[in-house]
C-alpha cells in the first residue's frame, strides 16, 4: 500500500471519528435543551465565541427574551465548531478522493463524494434554520438524519480507501437482505429523531405498553406525525398532546421490533454460507442491536438518564455503520473478505 493511499485511508478515518463525535454533541445539546443556547447563526449572540456574549454588558438588552445560560451556549457553541471542522475534514476528503476517481474513472465513487459534500451543504443549511426556525421539527429532524447519513457516507469512503481488491458489486440475495435492513435501520432512526424532536421520550413511562393499567391506548396519527407544522412558533419543549407523543413513542418502539426480527431472520438464513469475516459483521450488528434495546428500556424504566440517551444515540451510529460495512462485506463477497474496522 503506497503511501498515498495510506494517507487516503487516514484522512477518511479521521473524518468518521470526528463525524461520531459530532453526533455525540447533536445529542448532548439536544438532551440539555441547548438547541436555542445561542438564539442567532452562526455566532452566538452577535460574537464569534461565548466568552465574548458573557463579556457584552449590553446582552441583557438587546436579547431580552432569551438571556444568555453559559453552559448551554457553550454546549450548542461547541457542537457548531466540531461541526465546521467535520465539514472541512470532508472536503479535504472529498478533493483527496475525487482526484483519485477521476484518475481511475470510478463514476459510482464520483457520485457518491459528490452526494457527501451535497449532503454537508444542506446540512450547514439545517443548522441555521434549526435555529432561526426555532426548533422546526421537520427541520431538527433532517438534520439529526443528515447526520447518520454523513456517518454512512463516510462509512463507504473508508471502505474504498481500505479495499485490497476491485471493488466490482454482485447483486445477490444477502446484499439485498443487507440493503433492505440497513434501509430499515435508517427509518427507524427517523422515528427516533421524530421521538426527540417532539419531546416524546417520556411520554411512556412504562415497557412494553405506554400505561400498564391500559394497554389499549387511544393513538393521534395525524397529529403525531404532520410534516408541515407553522412557523414562528417555539418548539422548544414540544406542542404536541400527550396522545401524540404516545404515539409517537410506541411506533418508535414497534419499529424497532420489527428491525430485530428482520436481523434475526436474516442471520438464520445466511449464517451458515457467509464467511467468517462476514459473518462477524452479522453478529456485531445483532449485539449492537440488542444493546439498542437495553438502552432504549433503560431511557423508558429511568426515565432518561443523560448518560444512557447518549449512548442511545452513539449506539444507533455504531449499529448503522456495522449494516453499511456488512452490506458492503456482501456486494464484495466474490473477492473482499471484509472491509477493515
Given amino acids: 500500500m503506497d503511501k498515498l493511499t495510506v494517507w487516503q485511508k487516514r484522512l477518511s478515518l479521521s473524518a468518521l471519528c470526528f463525524a461520531f463525535l459530532v453526533i455525540v454533541l447533536g445529542a448532548l445539546t439536544r438532551l440539555i435543551d ?38 448551554k451556549a457553550w454546549a450548542e457553541m461547541l457542537h457548531r465548531y466540531c461541526a465546521g471542522l467535520l465539514s472541512l475534514l470532508i472536503l479535504s476528503l472529498a478533493t483527496v478522493l475525487g482526484i483519485r476517481f477521476v484518475r481511475e474513472k470510478r463514476a459510482a465513487f464520483l457520485v457518491l463524494l459528490l452526494t457527501l459534500l451535497a449532503l454537508v451543504v444542506y446540512q450547514i443549511m439545517l443548522g441555521r434554520w434549526t435555529v432561526t426556525l426555532q426548533l422546526l421539527p421537520s427541520i431538527v429532524t433532517q438534520h439529526l438524519l443528515g447526520g447518520f447519513l454523513t456517518i454512512a457516507l463516510l462509512g463507504l469512503c473508508y471502505c474504498h480507501t481500505s479495499l ?11 446484499f439485498v437482505w443487507g440493503l433492505i435492513g440497513t434501509i430499515l435501520l435508517l427509518v427507524q432512526i427517523f422515528l427516533g429523531a421524530w421521538t426527540s424532536t417532539h419531546y416524546a421520550a417520556l411520554s411512556c413511562e412504562a415497557f412494553p405498553f405506554c400505561n400498564e393499567i391500559d394497554i389499549n391506548m387511544p393513538f393521534a396519527w395525524q397529529e403525531a406525525f404532520q410534516w408541515q407544522t407553522p412557523i414562528g412558533l417555539n418548539y422548544e419543549g414540544g406542542l404536541l398532546s400527550e396522545t401524540a407523543r404516545q404515539t409517537i413513542q410506541m411506533v418508535h418502539r414497534i419499529g424497532a421490533a420489527v428491525v430485530f426480527l428482520y436481523w434475526f431472520v436474516f442471520f438464520l438464513m445466511v449464517n451458515y454460507k457467509l464467511k467468517p469475516k462476514v459473518l462477524k459483521n452479522l453478529y456485531l450488528v445483532l449485539i449492537l442491536l ?27 451510529a455504531l449499529l448503522l455503520l456495522s449494516a453499511v460495512f456488512l452490506t458492503w462485506q456482501l456486494a464484495n463477497n466474490k473477492k473482499v473478505n471484509s472491509c477493515k474496522q
Avoid: M
Wanted: aromatic letters at 14%; one cysteine or more.
Fill in 164 to 174: 485490497k481488491t476491485d471493488s466490482t458489486f454482485y447483486l445477490k440475495n444477502e
Fill in 34 to 71: 441547548a438547541g436555542l443556547g445561542c438564539p442567532d447563526w452562526p455566532g452566538c449572540y452577535g460574537h464569534l465565541t461565548v466568552i465574548g456574549a458573557e463579556q457584552d454588558q449590553f446582552l441583557k438588552w438587546a436579547y431580552p427574551q432569551t438571556p444568555l445560560v453559559s453552559y
Fill in 290 to 316: 440488542l444493546i439498542q434495546f437495553a438502552l432504549g428500556i433503560a431511557n423508558a424504566v429511568f426515565s432518561l438518564p443523560l448518560v444512557v440517551a447518549v449512548l442511545h444515540n452513539v449506539a444507533a
